[in-house]
């Protein structure tokens, strides 16, 4: 495809070189002749100099290059939407596979790709276009909208809903009994029989081996245009509002309200019965406790502000120094007061 | 069902609106009409202002509410003891799907209820009323005791031993080979066959996607009425002691002893050949090394006395404070010692 | 056995007792009469006084012990080794059974043992002797080498591609997309098509629950002998180094490039786009942000060197003791300036 051609479907302008051929997508220290590749990140841009790539996807921002190049103002979208160019499409065979196992009153859309081995207990209904791969098991009542795909084992339990559009990667557990268990007064508990539900809004994608718990009574709820990673827990009664993105191995324990817009950093863990405002941002490995105002930005287990939190933890590192000079200062201090009592 | 019915069968005070009549239960904020609710956090005793539940169940110690109620002492267990009069029966189908692979030689007691595409292993032995929901696999001469029920894709290995009443949400893996590698000279690695098993006494439930490793020699144990939520790491020969509780994603390195009773908080970790006293307490996201004794309780990575900790992280966002001011103090101190120097 | 011929299979030295027989292996607390035990971790030399083994596995620096023994420079690897003598086989039963769905194009070696359920997609190519459980499932296109091990639930995606003597535990997803979404204008998310792979070289090792994201170009890369544990998360574009070893729950964020021989704790966290020199350390719980030189021994989130690190962390529990300390010498100070206006 000529890189003019690619600039035309993207909605970008070339700024040199149109009649590049380009062959394939790649990343910018991999690329070779006949590539496209991207800088969206600062990070990188040292490393045009160096590449082999035919042409390059980049921001407004970045100086002239010496290759052919496209200009975006979103250059990771732009670089994005050329990959679906040179992608193959995945979409296995249409039908319903002679080794799927539906129940008689399962409701199917129109043109699904059901594969071997899928389990569609009683009572589910299926929109159109669905996806489900090998090992795909929805227990009875599942409800499931239209452009779904559910990779190989995934499980969707009773009762939960999925909207349109969801893309839920291999091994996911939607609707997993909460761990809700009531202390008796002999030191055993009692278990509490998880009979609410999870939905799952439209456009939400869901990451491999990540568990979603049901709730107690009411639902757990994965808002519209969410993201979730890998081997993500959301403990049961928690919500994640619309467009919140969560890193891999983060953990929201029972009854976590995340606001719209919320940015989770991988292995970040919330302790629950808690409300985190609209586009907080909570880094890496932090720990919540308590509510978040919207906005807020924080960092630390426990979490608080991350300015604050930067300083603090440069300063961590001088503890043992800090340390000897109170040690030192107390000397001199016991010195002077033996001093100042000498007549 | 009327709300003096509920009481009765549940042995709770009515203290008001015995005849109201109750269709299912919710939780205090999503309660309308028809519903009862509870409240045993004292986190949500100011809701009940404004809850539109039916009724309620409070402990002894909320005052009076206008409202139809219950009392229990134990409002939790009340609760999760309603649930069940409300909550509709989950066992699937009894019988064997003809879809599920069983090897000749299985014993299987009384009254199965065993999914399409389970697979059973040569030599394994399974109680009466065992439930096995679809892509169940058990390994051969794997034993499992009476009223199992194991959800789809569960995985228990070969030999691995679970007794009765033991249930085990989704994708949950029991037996894998324990992380076990003898380095050699040159770098690389020998792979340490995993010779013993995983022992799951009686009354455990273990959530989604949680692995236990099986032990190199001996055996790996999870107590009798231990609760393991999602995504939790058992190491190779750990323990854990009856009735602990271990929340998501904690992680048990090898050779980790967990007493009776023990709680340990979401992302918790353990080094590894250490004992935990009983009815000790870790909070979230801690690290713990070495023993702990009985009754413990201990926070932060390394863990240590909670108190302590907790007065330590308060202190923690001080730390550029403290360090402007031991500099401030450095100076007048030279300032005075200079001072001192002068005739 | 003979303890004298298991020395001699080993190359071990046999101190005493060469005619003692030995029916099986056993940990040092668990042994009994018939048992050959074995202490490498110098924890645990104090319990050869109290072992019932028969025999015990010892290096040169273990003083002489009452009981027979073998000697060896490396009496893990010793033990590892003797564990083969008694363990028994654990291959399934040749050949494909007939409830698997083998794609008719897909290719597969000599001799192979593949279970029930097993699901091998179009263009799929298998080496000789591939050990494949229950509900394997291959994407279209992947690849095996030449005696790999796919235990049950294990899914290979589309492309991606093993080495051989591969082994991979339970419930393993390889090749899930990557965690690649283009923010928009609007506050939503484009997905980005992942359309790399992941590679896995020879001699690897995988544990259960282990998610491997594909790259969203190019390749994820798991280096030759390398070791990961269970629920591991190895972000899209990452590469772990040849005989790297990761324990549990660790997590790599996209594009983290570990060297050889690289050993990372359980629960560590790598915030991703960085390099990490080869035999560097990183201790359970660690969150490593930015790039570290060879040999580096880091410890703490942010982590540094540990040495440093294991010093502060003592002085952390001191801080309200310091704070208390630079408050009462602020007090002093300002006693002395007083008393020096005093004419």
Redo the contacts between chains.
Sequence with gaps: MKLSEIAEKLGCEVTSGGETEIHR???ID?AGPGCLTFVS?R?YVSHIKTTRASAIILGYDVPEVPIPSLRSA?P??A???A??L??EP?RPEPGI?P?A?IAPDASIGLNPSI???V?VGTGCTIGSNAVL???V?L?PKAALGDDVVL???V?V??HCRLGSRV?V???V?IG??G???????D???????Q?GRVVIED?V?I???T?I?R????ETVIGR?A?L???V?V?H?SSVGD?S?V???A?L?GSTQLGR?VKVG??V?F?G?QAIGDAAVVT??S?VHGDLEPGAVVS???A?DTG??R??????????E??R??SC??K??ER??A??KKP
């Design positions: 997508m790649a990343g991999e990140n990070k979103n990771y979208l670089f994005a939407q990959l679906e040179f992608a995945l596979h080794m196992i594969g071997a081995c389990v791969y090998p090992f098991m227990y990779h190989s084992h499980v339990r009773e893309i990667q291999n091994g557990v997993s009994d761990f809700g268990f009531a202390p008796k007064e030191g055993t508990y009692y278990k509490i029989r009979t456009d994608e990451g491999a081996n568990t718990d709730a107690a009574v009411g245009g993201k990673d890998n081997l827990q403990g009664g467009h993105v890193a891999a191995q953990g324990a817009g991988g292995q863990g302790a019965h890496a490995q720990g630390g287990s426990p608080f604050t939190w300083r603090a933890v440069t300063a961590f590192a001088k503890l043992p800090m340390l000079r109170i200062l107390e001199e201090m002077i007061k001093d100042r």
